[in-house]
């Protein structure tokens, strides 16, 4: 299995990966017409460095593919960006058929510990709770935020997870299958010059790759 087998190299060439991906399902979220760029542009990335990638729409800042989004966890983090960001996953969840409606955010901040929440599908979430004093409270608020994505995809029978991709600023969550993602984590994202934290990985083992708890 590939949870956790990065070491574990395939020799795929970037036109065995489309295929590959194809057969899988990856584009089947994709608009028709964009597909053939979303494919060029993974064939590019995958053969100069190894990594998933996707084309962004300028107007919207959403991706064509449906599956890799950005998450920068300060903003996420600041006023008014847990919203952005539940917007970007609407745009995920409507498309596959799943609901994602949110309501009722409560943010209060006392002496530095904020107690922020949110109900999403009439089910509240932890933003983020406690000192603002801590060392990742961007990682504190994105690690919340994957895990809300999860917990709303498993509800309403989904087969598939969100992983995150590095975090911080350069933060990245994907849509993916058990099958992608034992795909992609045995092909892609392989070699020295890739650090541990660089690499998708299911939410929990991702927090305990990045310390946060």
Known sequence: MGLFSFTSKRKDSGTDVIKKLEALGYYKYANPDKVAELKTDLVNSFNKNKIVSTVIDDKTLLPYDYRLYFCDGEALFEEG?????????????????????WNNEISEEEVNHLNHRITVNGKEYVAFEGSMEKMNIWGVAQLNFYRLL?????????????YPISGGEDGQFIFLTPELFDYISTTFYQGKDFKKWDIPYPVEKWNEVTRLR
Do not use: I, W
């Not at 917990?151 to 969100?162: I, R, W």
């Open 81 to 101: 960006g847990l919203e952005d960001y539940l917007g970007y996953a609407k745009h995920a969840f409507q498309k596959r058929g799943l609901k994602f409606d």
């Open 150 to 162: 999860n917990d709303q995809l498993e509800m309403q029978g989904s087969n598939e997870q969100v």
